[in-house]
């Protein structure tokens, strides 16, 4: 078995390599996308399509969380050390903004209006308008806001504080703190640092708000599930 495994990783990398365009010399000089695509199995070869600086042109700024607004035509881009949020557009991935909010931007989700967002060092939860980055409102959350969830109508966020286990819920309607609900346990779930320098990448557990808003699921931790009824109720 180990034999026949042995052939075909070899077949596969003469296949793979057949598809780079050489030089004279024999060093590979560019990649065909429009051949790689041909592949029977395109994944299995990485190309990098465009680097581009996000937050500053400092190395470190530490990128938290990225995701796609709801049409699908931008990414936003959490800039841990530097304090800010990266708007790019999807279409040509050229920068449209940057965003600066509190310190240390660490989750992030989306309505169709606004982008909510948590910030880890200060404490502070930033409302931010989609059709044109300004700040709609600014809320103190407790202690390390470390996870944004928002409901699918849009109408409210709920922001899961590692600390003291809190979540802080907002009516996105209103723009106002509405409830804190105490013994919602969110735990660092994951770090990671190296040695050579102080990088480090850090996840929190996360939990969901059913579509009728009636409901916080809850994984308080590793084995047992939270349900607490219900998210607006005061």
């Known amino acids: 078995m180990r034999t026949i495994l042995t052939l075909l990783s070899i077949f596969i990398f003469q296949i793979a390599f057949s598809q780079i365009n050489q030089s004279s010399d024999g060093d590979a000089a560019e990649i065909s996308i429009q051949n790689l695509n041909q592949l029977n199995n395109p994944a299995s070869i990485l190309a990098e399509l465009d680097v581009y600086p996000a937050g500053d042109a400092e190395e470190g700024d530490y990128i938290a969380d990225m995701q796609f607004t709801p049409d699908g035509s931008q990414v936003w881009v959490l800039n841990r050390t530097t304090n800010n949020i990266t708007v790019f557009n999807w279409s040509d991935r050229s920068i449209i903004n940057n965003i600066e909010v509190g310190s240390q931007p660490i989750s992030m989700d989306f309505t169709d209006t606004y982008a909510v967002v948590s910030c880890l060092s200060d404490n502070s939860i930033y409302v931010i308008n989609l059709s044109d980055y300004s700040i709609a409102k600014t809320f103190q959350g407790d202690e390390q806001p470390v996870k ?27 723009l106002e703190l509405v409830r804190t609900i105490d013994n919602f346990t969110v735990y660092l779930s994951k770090f990671s640092a190296i040695t050579s320098n102080p990088r480090n990448t850090v996840f929190w557990s996360d939990f969901e708000i059913t579509p009728d808003n009636q409901y916080l699921i809850n994984p308080s931790n590793e084995d047992d599930l939270q349900f607490l009824k219900s998210a607006l109720e005061m």
Not at 156 to 173: E, T, Y
Request: hydrophobic residues 40%; negative net charge.
């Open 148 to 174: 944004v969830r928002t409901s699918r109508d849009g109408s409210l966020a709920v922001i899961g504080c590692d600390i003291n286990d809190k979540a802080i819920v907002i009516d996105l309607n209103t």
